[in-house]
């Protein structure tokens, strides 16, 4: 048998990148479970919104061309959540000194688990979508408007999940990522994802209309349903920038100083 | 070739008010099998994880491969591969697929990944299981593939932190026989091993660390010939131990250091011979005060 090593070479930066988004994807289509309720909740909550809370919330009719870009949200948050667990899981089980003391750019990992993330994200949106309009959600929107609203999505999916990615990287746990993931998500029920801001108690609404979420919202129903979108899109946008680089640069730092210690 | 592959100068390390390496010396020749051997907590794993660039040091100088560890992490990564204590792979990959990642990040092709997998999966008996989920594999199995997944590529200093523990006498022994492979490459091994037969059967050199220094050092027979020696104590006249000297137990070592001291100690101090077992030295070498200068 032939056992001799082959010598030492370092992966190239695009070899790390693809050879690590290929794993977290394989990690998300194994994980069934979670692929499966990420895929199931967006479904259930639009039709609990649509049919059991709707009437309640708009007698009109009209309530599913209001909520559906909630529930696209809501549901790209919980998406993005589940890459706190994913990182918090590498930081902590030991695979990520192996990869530390290897001559490659580490932070790839997290990078990896980000791609899928997306990926994952993306495809749920479709889902959520379909059965939106299978509901009767029925947009306005031209293919302009159309793409406007994807690539809000995108950006805000792609948001949230450095973001969890950054809580994974610094939380003790993957449960203790877990719970951090829990408090963001209840961001959405405080914005005007579900009911118009104006119809909340003042206090409440000066949260609601001062939140990253409502922006977006706002952006995504004007685009998609032709609701007014006066300057919600440049909100939006600097939201999401500002917290994308925020999370970027945490995630670096705290990914440098997180000693190699299991 | 470099002389040394490894060498740390007057290195500490404390984490919080804990000091966990107080001054540590130590060199390892170039291709050679090195034993790190000291009781639980002696600062064994910080000392390895110093060295292949996951701690920083706080002081002193460290140098691996001829790279410093500060200074130069690239080069020093480069060079080494690491097993640490607990197993370090993928739980949710198959055996095959963690060795090819490993492979496509150390820079292999996927044909070369695919041929080199299938080598080490069966160096490491791996071969039948190789298509299953690591999360379903045994202690043992674990470690299997956590050793091939650090020789995937080659590397002139191979870290190895307690590398048979959980290991059965096979695998045990064909480890053994991949390490002394390694060196007969002309690698560098830096091992920590439990147990003392373990360093004894297969290292070059041994050190032993306790309180954050090396509290003795030397080749197996260097240390087996005092262990397994004779032990010459030396007391007061108030039968206070005042110096322990390890011999080899002849007439002629036993007469000569005798000679030796008998100008510089007090007429009446008392002499006794004693044999000590070799747990009993590493014991001492590693407890009791009193005992350290006996083997160093
Ligand atoms: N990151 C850290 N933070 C705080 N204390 C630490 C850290 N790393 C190590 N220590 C402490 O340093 C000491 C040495 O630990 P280390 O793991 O190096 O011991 P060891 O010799 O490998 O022990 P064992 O034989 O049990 O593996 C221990 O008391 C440990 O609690
Ligand atoms: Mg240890």
């Given at each position: 048998m032939n056992t001799s090593q082959p010598s030492v ?151 949230f999940t450095w973001l969890f990615a950054a809580i ?95 | ?187 560098t091994i830096f091992l920590t091993t439990q147990y ?101």
């Amino acid at each position: 048998m032939n056992t001799s090593q082959p010598s030492v070479k370092s992966a190239s930066l695009w070899v790390t990148n693809s050879v690590f988004i290929g794993r977290s994807l394989r990690h998300s289509i194994r994980n069934t479970e979670a692929l499966i309720m990420a895929i199931m909740l967006p479904v259930m909550l639009m039709l609990l919104f649509t049919f059991v809370f709707g009437g309640a919330i708009d007698t009109s009719g009209n309530y599913v061309n209001y909520v559906v870009p909630g529930i696209i949200l809501l549901c790209a948050g919980f998406g993005s959540s589940s890459t706190g667990v994913d990182v918090s899981n590498d930081m902590t089980n030991g695979i990520i000194e192996r990869f530390r003391t290897m001559p490659i750019q580490a932070i790839s990992v997290i990078t990896g688990h980000v791609v899928a993330s997306l990926v994952r994200n993306l495809l749920a949106t479709g889902v959520v979508i379909a059965v939106a309009l299978l509901v009767g959600f029925r947009p306005s929107a031209n293919v302009l408007e159309w793409l406007g609203a994807l690539g809000v999505i995108f950006l805000f999916i792609l948001t949230f999940t450095w973001l969890f990615a950054a809580i994974g990287i610094v939380a003790g746990s993957p449960s203790a990522a877990s719970g951090y993931g829990f408090i963001l998500l209840f961001l959405p029920y405080l914005s005007s994802a579900f009911v118009p801001t104006d119809t909340m108690p003042s206090w409440l609404q000066g949260i609601a209309d001062h939140q990253p979420i409502t922006p977006v919202i706002e952006t995504i129903r004007g685009l998609l349903t032709g609701t007014p979108l006066q300057q919600q899109g440049w909100i939006a946008i600097c939201w999401c920038v500002g917290i994308l680089l925020i999370a970027f640069l945490w995630s670096i730092l705290a990914f440098r100083k997180r000693a190699g210690r299991r | 070739m470099r002389k040394y592959a490894i060498e740390v100068k007057g290195l500490r390390k404390t984490f919080g008010s804990q000091t966990v390496l107080n001054g540590l010396d130590l060199t390892v020749p170039a291709g050679t099998i090195h034993a790190l051997l000291g009781p639980n907590g002696a600062g064994k794993t910080t000392l390895i994880n110093i060295l292949s660039t996951l701690v920083s040091p706080d002081e002193g100088s460290v140098r691996v491969a001829g790279y410093d560890v500060e200074k130069e992490k690239d080069g020093v990564k480069r060079s080494i591969s690491l097993t640490g204590q607990f197993a370090a792979v993928d739980d949710i990959l198959t055996a095959e697929e963690n060795l090819r990642m490993i492979c496509r990040l150390s820079g292999l092709s996927k044909e070369q990944s695919q041929v080199r997998s299938q080598q080490l999966l069966q160096q490491f008996d791996l071969t039948p299981s190789a298509h299953k989920r690591v999360k379903t594999f045994s202690g043992g199995m674990r470690r299997r593939l956590d050793l091939a997944i650090s020789l995937v590529t080659s590397r002139s200093v191979v870290f190895l932190d307690e590398p048979t523990t959980g290991l059965d006498t096979i695998s045990r022994r064909a480890l053994w026989d991949i390490i002394l492979g390694l060196r007969d490459q002309g690698i560098t091994i830096f091992l920590t091993t439990q147990y003392l037969e373990e360093a004894d059967q297969l290292a070059d050199t041994i050190a032993v660390i306790n309180d954050g220094r090396v509290v003795a050092s030397g080749t197996p027979a260097e240390l087996k010939s005092r262990i397994g020696g004779e032990v010459i104590e030396l007391s007061d006249s108030k039968d206070q131990v005042i110096r322990t000297i390890p011999t080899y137990g002849n007439i002629h070592d036993v007469s000569r250091t005798l000679q030796e001291l008998s100008h510089t100690l007090p007429k009446d101090t008392q002499v006794s011979i004693r044999k000590p077992s070799m747990d009993d030295v590493f014991l001492a070498l590693t407890t009791k005060q009193e005992m350290k200068g006996a083997i160093s």
